[in-house]
């Protein structure tokens, strides 16, 4: 599985400029164990730690050393890799009270992502970079990894009405369907480059989004068909409004796409400022859009039928990064990724209030969420290997989610 993964892993991410590490007894061994995921040139951007108890733990998430080995390159990082107090968020306190589970996944280092809650109740995510896909379940813990084709390095996966899970096949340009119960794989080939993020439509079709192809696409899952449609630039978070109408989200333009389903044509809003950027968005009840602004670390709300938008400052300011997206009972939750550790933030449109906590594992970025049918919030951390559930205890207004039952039947 190790080469597998190393292969999958090292085909885009290494490049051959190398980062001068202060010498010292760590440096050859952070060259010799911490470059074949990425470069240790990561070591600059992230996070740092002033303890080795903290590198220790975030080491443990993505390779196996040895405990001299682990114990002198803990020393050394924390030695010259020290915590950036600039990146801590700027919580906000407030009413609203939740609980964060989050579980490590097996494979090391497999840059976990995108989880999704399946029809009977478990929780599936993606390793992009071990091209795995890994079923969770939740009530007993048990898991188990599928590997997908070692070039596939999905990026998002899709649970459709029967059982299958569908994958964007990032790294080889299909889209595949696993059958959970085999193992069993059938990929389909797009044509285009990465297929990226998808979403199923109440007309049986599949549309997904292919960022640096530039292009949104509709797989029929019982004929195999595909078309596509060529887009702005980046096209990236896909979502269904009620009305049947699909929204898509730009990160390489100031703009939100609205799709017709049938046709693949899209109108276009501009969203102010050049250089606002969109990576995701969902759909409130109404059927109006809430955005992240990640380029301006900002959301931002576009009413369709008049084409209106408002902006508010995330709590952490423009270098946060707002990413993944999600409206729970038209309340509005997101992550500062731009943050370490990366936030979790809530934005009541009402009151027009933030509230925000630190995820626990503390080190990575949610890149994407879901809201299961409990109204819980799946999310996850790619550093650290985790994936994770936010349980809404209490709204803040007396209301709780606690206590729907949640369906297990039919494992
Ligand atoms: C098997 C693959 C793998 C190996 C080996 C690996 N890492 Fe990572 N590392 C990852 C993944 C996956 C991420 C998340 C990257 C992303 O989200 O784009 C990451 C991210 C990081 C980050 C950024 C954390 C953040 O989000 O702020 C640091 C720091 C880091 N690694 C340090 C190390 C060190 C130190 C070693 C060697 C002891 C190491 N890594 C070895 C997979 C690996």
Redesign the pocket.
């Known amino acids: 599985m190790l080469n597998r ?1 190393l292969f999958a ?1 090292g085909v885009s991410l290494f490049v051959s400029s190398v980062l001068a590490l202060p010498p010292g007894e760590g440096e050859a061994l ?1 060259r010799e ?2 470059s ?3 470069q240790p040139e ?2 600059n951007r ?2 740092g730690y002033d303890t080795t108890a903290e590198w220790r733990q ?2 443990a998430s ?2 196996e ?1 040895d405990e001299p080995r682990a114990d002198i ?1 803990a020393r050394y ?1 924390a030695q010259h890799f020290k915590s950036k107090p600039e990146l801590y968020p700027a919580l906000v306190p407030g009413p609203v009270e939740i609980e964060i589970d989050e579980w490590m996944v097996p494979t ?4 976990s992502r995108d989880p999704i809650e399946a029809s009977d109740g478990a929780i599936w995510w993606t390793g992009m ?1 071990a091209s795995l896909v890994g079923r969770l379940d939740p009530l007993t813990d048990d898991v188990r990894e599928y590997p997908l084709p070692p070039m596939a390095r999905p990026h998002s996966i899709v649970p459709d009405d029967a059982g299958f899970i569908w994958y964007l096949g990032n790294g080889n340009g299909t889209v595949g369907k696993l059958n959970p119960l085999t193992g069993e794989i059938r990929e389909y080939e797009t044509g285009l480059a990465d297929p990226h993020t998808g979403v199923f439509h109440p007309n049986g079709a599949f549309y997904f989004t292919a960022q640096r192809a530039g292009a949104v696409a509709r797989l029929d899952p019982a004929s195999g068909h595909i078309t596509h449609r060529e887009t702005l630039a980046r096209p990236y978070g896909i979502k269904v409004a009620p009305n049947g109408r699909i929204y898509i989200a730009f990160n390489g333009d100031n703009a939100i796409g609205e799709m017709d389903p049938e046709t693949l044509e899209i109108t276009y809003f501009t969203i102010p400022h050049e250089e606002s950027r969109i990576r995701r968005l969902d759909v409130a009840s109404d059927g109006s859009i809430w955005y992240v602004n990640s380029a301006r670390g900002r959301i931002g709300h576009l009413d369709p039928t008049t084409g209106v938008v408002r902006e508010w400052d995330s709590p952490s300011g423009p270098q946060s990064h707002p990413y993944a997206i999600a409206v729970i009972d038209d309340v509005v939750w997101y992550n500062e990724s731009g943050q ?1 550790p990366d936030a979790l933030v809530r934005f009541d449109p009402e009151s027009e209030t933030f509230q925000s906590w630190a995820i626990p594992s503390g ?3 949610i890149r994407h969420v879901w809201v299961t049918r409990n109204k819980e919030l799946l999310i996850h951390q ?2 650290s290997n985790r994936i994770g559930r936010v349980t809404i205890l209490d709204s803040g207004s007396g209301t709780e989610n606690r206590d729907i039952p949640i369906d297990t039947s039919g494992q």
């Open positions: 993964m892993a952070v164990h911490c074949s995921c990425h990561i070591l992230a996070q975030l080491m993505m390779v050393l390159i990082l090391l280092g497999q840059r970079w370490r080190i990575g970025i790619s550093s």
